[in-house]
């Protein structure tokens, strides 16, 4: 089996940083495209950035030019580095990645349990 494991989350002041991070464990054979997501209370789940096996990447508009995903494919990693909090990025951060774990077979997708990031006035 496959996990997604997210570490990264925390409490910091507005203008603040931090970085996510989201390993996945297990029968790991190749991921294809992977991406982070957030949910704020009261609000549906709504995606914050995508990054495919080339690097390359797409943001949500809100969040372009203070964060910057990245992944290491050597680490089965993908990180997301916010920079200039803003108190309205306060929510649950899930990863998600399409995972193949058998060699002929197709991507699967897989989730993280979430991270909380909550940033202060």
């Known amino acids: 089996q496959v996990q997604l494991v997210e570490s990264g989350g925390g409490l910091v002041q507005a203008g603040g940083s931090l970085r996510l991070s989201c390993a996945a464990s297990g029968r790991v054979i190749d991921i294809n495209d992977m991406a982070w997501y957030r949910q704020a209370p009261g609000k549906q789940r709504e995606l914050v950035a995508t990054i495919n096996r080339y690097g390359v990447t797409n943001y949500e508009g809100s969040v372009k030019g203070r964060f910057t995903i990245s992944r290491d494919n050597a680490k089965n990693t993908v990180y997301l580095q916010m920079n200039t909090l803003e108190p309205e990025d306060t929510a649950v951060y899930y990863c998600?990645?399409?995972?193949?774990?058998?060699?002929?077979?197709?991507?699967?997708?897989?989730w993280g349990q979430g991270t909380q990031v909550t940033v202060s006035l």
């Open positions: 998600k990645s399409e995972i193949r774990t058998q060699i002929f077979d197709d991507y699967s997708t897989y």
